[in-house]
């Protein structure tokens, strides 16, 4: 593999369910896309709340403590900030300045990103202890995987934690 497609290539960890991060996630990973780098995308733990398919504080998940944790999360719509959230109004405030200063929106950036064509995939430990199956995402998650086959995947490229 020669060194520019190792350096076209940008993998991202997005273990937040938080708007300001996720936000992050989705910015990083159109730009990369539009300029030609493939991009992989791995949810895990919170990050998985931004690719379910059922949105609002639904009990999703098998079990009783799964379905308290998806009654707690609520998708993209409900997603806190990760600081100074005020009650849930901080990512309203965020989306109204977004549309104001003609910047894509957090739901703008995951279109975008289905468009350009970023790889989304599943962690399988974490649906694993979230009671959470293939089915409850969106149908633009490639795959389930383990940590492995990520690193795997990944592999040449850049990596980021968000």
Known sequence: MSEETQ????????F?????????VFTLATGA???????????????????KIKQGRS?????FLPKVFGIFMGGLKATPVSRLNFLGL???IFRYLM???NVATLEELVEAAKT???NFYACEMAMHILGLEKSDFIPEVKD???????????EGGQTLFI
Do not use: C, H, M, Q
């Open 99 to 101: 549309r104001k200063k």
């Open 116 to 118: 350009l064509g970023v």
């Open 144 to 154: 389930v995987l383990g940590v492995a086959t990520f690193l795997n995947l990944s």
């Open 90 to 92: 901080s990512p309203k």
């Open 16 to 24: 937040s369910g938080d708007f300001d991060k996720l936000t992050a």
């Open 7 to 14: 350096s076209k290539k940008l993998s991202i960890i997005a």
């Open 33 to 51: 896309a539009a300029v030609g780098y493939e991009v992989n995308l791995f949810f895990t733990f919170w990050g998985l709340d931004a690719i």
């Open 59 to 63: 009990p999703v998940g098998k079990g």
